[in-house]
Protein backbone atom coordinates (compact mmCIF):
# COMPACT_ATOMS: atom_id res chain seq x y z
CA UNK A 1 0.00 0.00 0.00
CA UNK A 2 2.89 2.33 0.62
CA UNK A 3 4.33 1.86 -2.79
CA UNK A 4 0.86 3.21 -4.13
CA UNK A 5 0.63 5.80 -2.27
CA UNK A 6 4.06 6.97 -3.47
CA UNK A 7 3.67 6.42 -7.13
CA UNK A 8 0.13 8.62 -6.49
CA UNK A 9 1.91 11.19 -5.34
CA UNK A 10 4.44 11.56 -7.66
CA UNK A 11 1.80 10.78 -10.46
CA UNK A 12 3.54 7.64 -11.76
CA UNK A 13 0.99 5.38 -13.81
CA UNK A 14 2.93 3.10 -14.65
CA UNK A 15 3.62 1.58 -11.03
CA UNK A 16 0.54 2.21 -9.65
CA UNK A 17 -0.81 -0.52 -12.26
CA UNK A 18 1.87 -2.88 -11.51
CA UNK A 19 1.05 -2.15 -7.83
CA UNK A 20 -2.34 -2.25 -8.17
CA UNK A 21 -2.18 -5.82 -10.43
CA UNK A 22 0.18 -7.33 -7.61
CA UNK A 23 -2.78 -6.11 -4.86
CA UNK A 24 -5.07 -8.23 -6.83
CA UNK A 25 -3.10 -11.38 -6.67
CA UNK A 26 -3.06 -11.28 -3.23
CA UNK A 27 -5.59 -8.85 -1.66
CA UNK A 28 -9.12 -9.81 -0.37
CA UNK A 29 -11.99 -9.53 -3.02
CA UNK A 30 -14.06 -7.71 -0.88
CA UNK A 31 -11.35 -5.32 0.55
CA UNK A 32 -10.72 -4.45 -2.83
CA UNK A 33 -14.07 -3.28 -3.98
CA UNK A 34 -14.39 -1.44 -0.84
CA UNK A 35 -11.59 0.19 -1.23
CA UNK A 36 -12.38 1.02 -5.13
CA UNK A 37 -15.88 2.08 -3.87
CA UNK A 38 -14.12 4.31 -1.38
CA UNK A 39 -11.59 5.70 -3.65
CA UNK A 40 -14.17 6.43 -6.25
CA UNK A 41 -16.76 8.05 -3.70
CA UNK A 42 -13.29 10.58 -2.39
CA UNK A 43 -13.54 11.37 -6.47
CA UNK A 44 -17.02 12.53 -6.90
CA UNK A 45 -17.71 13.28 -3.30
CA UNK A 46 -20.47 10.52 -2.48
CA UNK A 47 -18.29 8.92 0.02
CA UNK A 48 -19.50 9.22 3.73
CA UNK A 49 -17.15 10.99 6.04
CA UNK A 50 -16.70 7.96 7.77
CA UNK A 51 -16.32 4.93 6.03
CA UNK A 52 -16.09 1.40 7.87
CA UNK A 53 -14.88 -1.28 6.21
CA UNK A 54 -16.95 -4.57 4.86
Known amino acids: ???IVA???AG???PIWV??????????TETLLWLRRRLNGDLDGSAPATCTRP
Do not use: W
Open 19 to 28: LLERLALVGD
Open 1 to 3: MEG
Open 12 to 14: DDA
Open 7 to 9: AVR
